[in-house]
């Protein structure tokens, strides 16, 4: 009984390592056709710091609305920045998946395309909740704590009660996708075993409006896509010469143009 299931652990380990080699083969000396080398590592690095960079910031305080509010009402910079850095983690993660998802279909097309299209998805839905915690923020500086709980409490039961929408019919795509991306990764060789379960993990983030961090889903879910992402934007940018003396002359002369804009473009 032992000689033969030593067997198939060896069988299963075999399998899983040609599967590995596939993969690295068949992305050998291919960088990210879109959005190109750079960006992606950029965004396999920066999103998943900046993610856990906004759940640590926010993680003393209860996760649900009512505390969220009461501790913006108290530390108005503090919960501004722990959300901003989410909310832009969030964003600098579909480069990030998009450059997974296409590693994941150099050897198993399928697994790459849904999973990437679910989680991206799942993102775009994150960033829609992002925009009415920015606006309750807002409303309860001029509301009122009491008033802008009353207001969420009253939002939460009209969305529960909302027959279709379309970021309330894709909530699901920002759990599940995770699952689909981390087995297409493992199937295809992308990743390996750990790290997929490690992928995995993400379908524990919290969703919804003034969901702040739990304790522990959210942090480990966070540290899971760091070890998980990390690791694979510093081999990419490893992976070519930097960039040119003229992209960098543009990509300063966007960022000069940005803060002007920012500065002293119109407001309201």
Same mark, same amino acid.
């Given at each position: 009984m032992n000689v033969e299931f030593r067997g198939r652990i060896a069988q299963w380990r075999r399998a899983a390592a040609d599967r590995r080699a596939a993969n690295a083969t068949a992305n050998l000396n291919r960088q990210p056709s879109f959005p190109g080398r750079w960006v992606s590592a950029i965004a396999l690095i920066c999103?998943?710091?900046?993610? @856990?960079?906004?759940?640590?910031l926010r993680a003393r305080f209860h996760f649900f609305f009512p505390d969220q509010l009461a501790a913006y009402t108290r530390?108005?910079? @503090?919960?501004?920045? %722990?959300?901003? #850095?989410f909310a832009c983690g969030i964003i600098l993660l579909w480069p990030a998946v998009m450059t997974l998802a296409q590693r994941i279909m150099a050897t198993s097309p399928l697994w790459g395309l849904w999973g990437? #299209?679910?989680v991206i998805v799942g993102l775009f839905t994150r960033t829609f909740q $992002?925009?009415?915690?920015?606006? /309750? $923020?807002h409303l309860t500086d001029s509301l009122g704590l009491q008033s802008m709980i009353n207001g969420i409490d009253d939002y939460y039961v009209a969305w529960r009660d909302t027959r279709w929408h379309p970021f309330r019919t894709l909530s699901g795509p920002a759990f $599940? !996708?995770?699952?689909v991306l981390a087995v297409g990764a493992y199937r295809s060789g /992308? @990743? !390996? @075993?750990g790290r997929s379960v490690a992928l995995g993990f993400m379908s524990m983030l919290a969703l919804g409006t003034l969901k702040g961090t *739990?304790?522990? *889903?959210?942090v480990i879910a966070a540290c899971c896509l760091c070890a998980v992402f990390v690791p694979m934007g510093v081999s990419l940018l490893r992976s070519g010469p930097p960039p040119s003396r003229? %992209?960098?002359?543009?990509?300063?002369?966007?960022? !000069? !143009?940005?803060i002007l804009g920012t500065v002293y473009g119109p407001r309201g």
């Open positions: 999103g998943p710091a900046l993610i @856990l960079t906004g759940i640590l530390h108005p910079a @503090l919960i501004t920045a %722990a959300y901003t #850095c990437g #299209c679910l $992002f925009g009415t915690d920015h606006l /309750a $923020f $599940f !996708g995770w699952i /992308a @990743l !390996g @075993l *739990q304790i522990p *889903q959210s003229r %992209a960098v002359f543009w990509i300063v002369v966007l960022i !000069g !143009g940005h």
